[in-house]
T-cell receptor
């Protein structure tokens, strides 16, 4: 158990809908990273927050947005969902704000768009 | 282009046997290389992290090697166990923006 929690574990929704994925980092960690892992594809970095502020953006679509709250939990919002958005979404946390620090991954949320 | 390529894509071995997974990268400049183990449906777990000056690093039955000159790394698993069945992901930190670049992984199945 990495100490990172993600909810829900599974999510099934229809195209065009909007969903929110939630991540709670390990105690003491200030950074949260979001990743997407599609079938047969590697992990794709989406976005990084440190202590409530956006630090870096990766291949994140405009339909997706995220935020980190004062209690350090983070939410990833996916809107106007398409079939291609079906994937595993992972968050990872680390203590520092750079990639020098080890990232600890949560168990993921499996999103299925029908 | 900064890329990380892993081979083989998948591998089946018998319990108790050894195996070696390969990772070739074209990332430059190079900061470090990590190997992760990802069980099906779960998040990746770090096995090793290696910097430019490190040639070998072990974590139990897992031994990673790095040749920064040829830009190759390998992960050797000794005396495999059923619980080693997982995807093994090679991740290189580097490039102009010093980001993490993920390989697509090698799917290992250990059979009794």
């Amino acid at each position: 158990d990495s100490g990172v929690t993600q909810t829900p574990k599974h999510l099934i929704t229809a195209t065009g809908q909007r969903v929110t994925l939630r991540c709670s980092p390990r105690s003491g960690d200030l950074s949260v990273y979001w990743y997407q892992q599609s079938l047969d594809q590697g992990l794709q970095f989406l976005i990084h927050y440190y202590n409530g502020e956006e630090r870096a953006k990766g291949n994140i679509l405009e339909r997706f947005s995220a935020q980190q709250f004062p209690d350090l939990h983070s939410e990833l919002n996916l809107s106007s969902l398409e079939l291609g958005d079906s994937a595993l979404y992972f968050c990872a946390s680390s203590v520092g704000q750079t990639l020098s620090y080890e990232q600890y991954f949560g168990p993921g949320t499996r999103l299925t768009v029908t | 282009k900064n890329q990380v390529e892993q081979s083989p894509q998948s591998l089946i071995i018998l319990e108790g046997k050894n195996c070696t997974l390969q990772c070739n990268y074209t990332v430059s400049p190079f900061s470090n290389l990590r190997w992760y183990k990802q069980d099906t449906g779960r998040g990746p777990v770090s096995l090793t992290i290696m910097t430019f000056s490190e040639n070998t690093k072990s974590n139990g039955r897992y031994t990673a090697t790095l040749d920064a000159d040829t830009k190759q790394s390998s992960l050797h698993i000794t005396a495999s166990q059923l619980s080693d069945s997982a995807s093994y992901i090679c991740v290189v930190r580097g490039g102009a923006t010093n980001k993490l670049i993920f390989g697509t992984g090698t799917l290992l199945a250990v059979q009794p």
